[in-house]
Protein backbone atom coordinates (compact mmCIF):
# COMPACT_ATOMS: atom_id res chain seq x y z
CA UNK A 1 0.00 0.00 0.00
CA UNK A 2 1.65 2.89 -1.21
CA UNK A 3 -0.50 5.46 -0.27
CA UNK A 4 -1.42 6.95 -3.99
CA UNK A 5 -4.99 6.31 -5.44
CA UNK A 6 -5.59 6.42 -9.30
CA UNK A 7 -9.49 7.02 -10.74
CA UNK A 8 -11.18 5.46 -12.56
CA UNK A 9 -9.62 2.02 -12.21
CA UNK A 10 -10.66 1.09 -15.76
CA UNK A 11 -11.74 3.18 -18.80
CA UNK A 12 -12.98 2.52 -22.45
CA UNK A 13 -12.97 5.88 -25.02
CA UNK A 14 -13.45 6.14 -28.39
CA UNK A 15 -10.97 7.39 -30.69
CA UNK A 16 -11.07 11.06 -31.09
CA UNK A 17 -12.21 11.66 -28.01
CA UNK A 18 -11.03 13.34 -24.56
CA UNK A 19 -9.66 11.63 -21.46
CA UNK A 20 -8.75 12.89 -17.70
CA UNK A 21 -7.52 10.81 -15.41
CA UNK A 22 -6.33 11.63 -11.76
CA UNK A 23 -4.33 10.67 -8.83
CA UNK A 24 -4.21 11.70 -5.20
CA UNK A 25 -0.44 11.54 -4.29
CA UNK A 26 0.67 10.63 -0.37
CA UNK A 27 0.30 13.87 1.31
CA UNK A 28 3.25 16.08 1.60
CA UNK A 29 5.03 14.81 -1.58
CA UNK A 30 5.49 17.89 -3.57
CA UNK A 31 6.18 16.41 -7.26
CA UNK A 32 4.35 13.46 -9.18
CA UNK A 33 4.97 11.98 -12.01
CA UNK A 34 3.22 10.10 -14.78
CA UNK A 35 3.81 7.14 -16.94
CA UNK A 36 2.24 5.02 -19.85
CA UNK A 37 2.44 1.07 -19.73
CA UNK A 38 1.68 -0.49 -23.14
CA UNK A 39 0.51 -3.68 -22.55
CA UNK A 40 3.29 -6.12 -22.18
CA UNK A 41 5.98 -3.28 -21.92
CA UNK A 42 8.06 -1.24 -19.91
CA UNK A 43 6.42 1.79 -18.24
CA UNK A 44 7.32 5.12 -20.68
CA UNK A 45 7.75 8.43 -18.63
CA UNK A 46 5.06 10.99 -19.89
CA UNK A 47 5.47 14.30 -18.00
CA UNK A 48 6.49 15.18 -14.27
CA UNK A 49 5.13 18.11 -11.99
CA UNK A 50 6.69 19.76 -9.08
CA UNK A 51 4.99 22.41 -7.18
CA UNK A 52 2.16 22.54 -9.87
CA UNK A 53 4.48 23.36 -12.55
CA UNK A 54 5.55 20.37 -15.85
CA UNK A 55 9.29 20.54 -14.75
CA UNK A 56 10.07 17.53 -17.40
CA UNK A 57 8.35 15.65 -20.16
CA UNK A 58 9.15 12.33 -22.52
CA UNK A 59 8.70 11.89 -26.13
CA UNK A 60 4.85 12.40 -25.75
CA UNK A 61 2.56 14.40 -28.44
CA UNK A 62 1.37 18.15 -26.94
CA UNK A 63 -1.86 16.33 -26.87
CA UNK A 64 -0.77 14.73 -23.55
CA UNK A 65 -1.05 17.51 -20.91
CA UNK A 66 -1.72 17.64 -17.39
CA UNK A 67 -2.29 19.89 -13.81
CA UNK A 68 -1.07 19.12 -10.51
CA UNK A 69 -3.25 20.96 -7.33
CA UNK A 70 -2.19 22.08 -4.12
CA UNK A 71 -4.02 19.35 -2.34
CA UNK A 72 -1.44 16.55 -3.83
CA UNK A 73 -3.70 15.98 -6.77
CA UNK A 74 -3.32 15.32 -10.05
CA UNK A 75 -4.38 15.15 -13.64
CA UNK A 76 -3.85 13.68 -16.50
CA UNK A 77 -5.20 14.91 -19.92
CA UNK A 78 -5.48 13.20 -23.03
CA UNK A 79 -6.78 15.17 -26.20
CA UNK A 80 -7.69 13.35 -29.65
CA UNK A 81 -7.60 9.77 -28.49
CA UNK A 82 -5.78 7.45 -30.26
CA UNK A 83 -6.21 4.05 -30.74
CA UNK A 84 -2.74 3.42 -29.43
CA UNK A 85 -3.44 5.21 -26.27
CA UNK A 86 -4.20 2.42 -24.85
CA UNK A 87 -2.61 1.17 -22.08
CA UNK A 88 -2.37 1.24 -18.49
CA UNK A 89 -1.26 5.16 -17.01
CA UNK A 90 0.45 4.72 -13.75
CA UNK A 91 1.05 8.31 -11.85
CA UNK A 92 4.15 8.23 -9.38
CA UNK A 93 4.32 10.71 -6.38
CA UNK A 94 7.64 11.40 -4.37
CA UNK A 95 8.72 13.58 -1.64
CA UNK A 96 10.29 16.22 -4.08
CA UNK A 97 12.33 16.20 -7.88
CA UNK A 98 15.23 15.08 -6.01
CA UNK A 99 14.12 12.20 -4.17
CA UNK A 100 14.66 9.13 -6.34
CA UNK A 101 12.12 7.33 -4.50
CA UNK A 102 8.58 6.76 -6.02
CA UNK A 103 5.38 5.56 -5.24
CA UNK A 104 3.19 4.66 -7.62
CA UNK A 105 -0.28 4.43 -7.63
CA UNK A 106 -2.61 1.15 -9.26
CA UNK A 107 -3.24 2.52 -11.89
CA UNK A 108 -5.86 3.46 -14.58
CA UNK A 109 -6.61 1.10 -17.54
CA UNK A 110 -7.82 2.95 -20.65
CA UNK A 111 -8.97 0.64 -23.84
CA UNK A 112 -9.73 3.27 -27.32
CA UNK A 113 -11.87 1.86 -29.43
CA UNK B 1 20.22 8.79 -23.58
CA UNK B 2 19.35 6.63 -20.93
CA UNK B 3 18.46 3.15 -21.62
CA UNK B 4 18.02 -0.34 -19.68
CA UNK B 5 18.03 -3.74 -21.50
CA UNK B 6 16.92 -7.01 -19.12
CA UNK B 7 16.51 -10.31 -20.54
CA UNK B 8 13.37 -11.14 -21.82
CA UNK B 9 10.67 -13.97 -20.24
CA UNK B 10 8.82 -15.91 -19.60
CA UNK B 11 11.25 -17.25 -16.74
CA UNK B 12 9.32 -20.71 -15.81
CA UNK B 13 11.25 -22.24 -13.03
CA UNK B 14 9.76 -24.94 -10.18
CA UNK B 15 9.43 -23.84 -6.51
CA UNK B 16 12.86 -23.47 -4.56
CA UNK B 17 14.76 -23.04 -7.70
CA UNK B 18 17.74 -20.21 -7.80
CA UNK B 19 16.91 -17.03 -9.86
CA UNK B 20 18.83 -15.00 -11.99
CA UNK B 21 17.11 -11.93 -14.26
CA UNK B 22 19.87 -10.03 -16.01
CA UNK B 23 19.55 -6.20 -16.33
CA UNK B 24 22.36 -4.15 -18.35
CA UNK B 25 22.07 0.04 -18.73
CA UNK B 26 23.59 2.50 -20.50
CA UNK B 27 23.57 6.09 -18.30
CA UNK B 28 24.99 9.47 -18.12
CA UNK B 29 26.36 10.75 -14.86
CA UNK B 30 25.63 8.32 -12.01
CA UNK B 31 22.60 6.86 -11.70
CA UNK B 32 20.76 4.92 -9.01
CA UNK B 33 19.26 1.41 -9.84
CA UNK B 34 15.69 -0.01 -9.16
CA UNK B 35 13.85 -3.32 -9.42
CA UNK B 36 10.26 -2.96 -9.05
CA UNK B 37 7.45 -5.91 -9.29
CA UNK B 38 4.42 -6.18 -11.04
CA UNK B 39 1.74 -8.25 -9.41
CA UNK B 40 -1.29 -9.10 -11.75
CA UNK B 41 -3.70 -6.18 -11.86
CA UNK B 42 -1.26 -4.11 -9.83
CA UNK B 43 0.59 -1.00 -9.94
CA UNK B 44 4.70 -1.27 -9.75
CA UNK B 45 5.89 -1.95 -6.56
CA UNK B 46 9.71 -1.13 -5.49
CA UNK B 47 11.45 -4.44 -4.50
CA UNK B 48 14.81 -3.02 -3.98
CA UNK B 49 17.62 -0.24 -4.58
CA UNK B 50 21.12 1.31 -5.05
CA UNK B 51 22.56 4.30 -5.35
CA UNK B 52 26.22 3.74 -5.56
CA UNK B 53 28.62 1.15 -7.38
CA UNK B 54 29.09 -1.91 -5.04
CA UNK B 55 26.46 -0.93 -3.22
CA UNK B 56 23.81 -4.10 -2.78
CA UNK B 57 20.38 -4.03 -2.61
CA UNK B 58 18.12 -6.77 -0.51
CA UNK B 59 14.53 -7.15 -0.20
CA UNK B 60 12.14 -10.53 0.58
CA UNK B 61 15.29 -12.94 -0.48
CA UNK B 62 16.05 -10.91 -3.49
CA UNK B 63 19.45 -9.52 -3.92
CA UNK B 64 20.80 -7.31 -6.58
CA UNK B 65 24.51 -5.56 -6.74
CA UNK B 66 25.46 -2.45 -8.61
CA UNK B 67 28.47 -3.24 -10.91
CA UNK B 68 29.58 0.14 -12.74
CA UNK B 69 32.01 -1.68 -14.55
CA UNK B 70 29.99 -4.21 -16.06
CA UNK B 71 27.06 -1.39 -15.92
CA UNK B 72 24.69 -4.16 -14.89
CA UNK B 73 22.43 -5.01 -11.89
CA UNK B 74 21.45 -8.56 -11.64
CA UNK B 75 18.47 -9.85 -9.99
CA UNK B 76 18.96 -13.06 -7.59
CA UNK B 77 17.16 -14.78 -5.03
CA UNK B 78 18.12 -18.01 -4.09
CA UNK B 79 14.84 -20.18 -3.39
CA UNK B 80 11.39 -18.96 -5.23
CA UNK B 81 8.36 -19.33 -4.49
CA UNK B 82 5.27 -19.89 -6.14
CA UNK B 83 3.93 -16.29 -4.63
CA UNK B 84 6.82 -14.57 -6.44
CA UNK B 85 5.22 -14.89 -9.75
CA UNK B 86 5.37 -11.57 -11.01
CA UNK B 87 6.96 -9.19 -13.52
CA UNK B 88 9.96 -7.56 -12.85
CA UNK B 89 11.34 -4.21 -14.12
CA UNK B 90 14.72 -2.89 -13.73
CA UNK B 91 15.01 1.04 -13.70
CA UNK B 92 17.51 3.61 -13.67
CA UNK B 93 16.65 7.45 -12.35
CA UNK B 94 19.65 10.03 -12.99
CA UNK B 95 20.25 13.40 -11.74
CA UNK B 96 20.54 14.83 -15.36
CA UNK B 97 17.23 13.72 -16.56
CA UNK B 98 15.37 15.00 -13.75
CA UNK B 99 15.37 11.57 -11.78
CA UNK B 100 12.75 10.47 -13.66
CA UNK B 101 12.44 6.43 -14.62
CA UNK B 102 14.01 4.66 -17.00
CA UNK B 103 12.73 1.08 -17.27
CA UNK B 104 13.47 -2.23 -19.49
CA UNK B 105 10.89 -4.04 -20.75
CA UNK B 106 10.03 -6.34 -18.23
CA UNK B 107 10.54 -10.19 -17.13
CA UNK B 108 7.88 -12.55 -16.26
CA UNK B 109 8.61 -14.95 -13.48
CA UNK B 110 6.35 -18.37 -13.56
CA UNK B 111 7.42 -20.39 -10.56
CA UNK B 112 5.31 -23.61 -10.51
CA UNK B 113 4.98 -25.58 -7.64
Known amino acids: ETGVTQSPTHLIKTRGQQVTLRCSSQ?????VSWYQQALGQGPQFIFQ???????GRGNFPPRFSGLQFPNYSSELNVNALELDDSALYLC????????????FGPGTRLTVT | GNSVTQMEGPVTLSEEAFLTINCTYT??????LFWYVQYPGEGLQLLLK?????DKGSNKGFEATYRKETTSFHLEKGSVQVSDSAVYFC????????????FGGGTRLMVKP
Open chain 2, 50 to 54: ATKAD
Open chain 1, 49 to 55: YYREEEN
Open chain 1, 27 to 31: SGHNT
Open chain 1, 92 to 103: ASRVDSLSYEQY
Open chain 2, 91 to 102: ALSSNNAGNMLT
Open chain 2, 27 to 32: ATGYPS
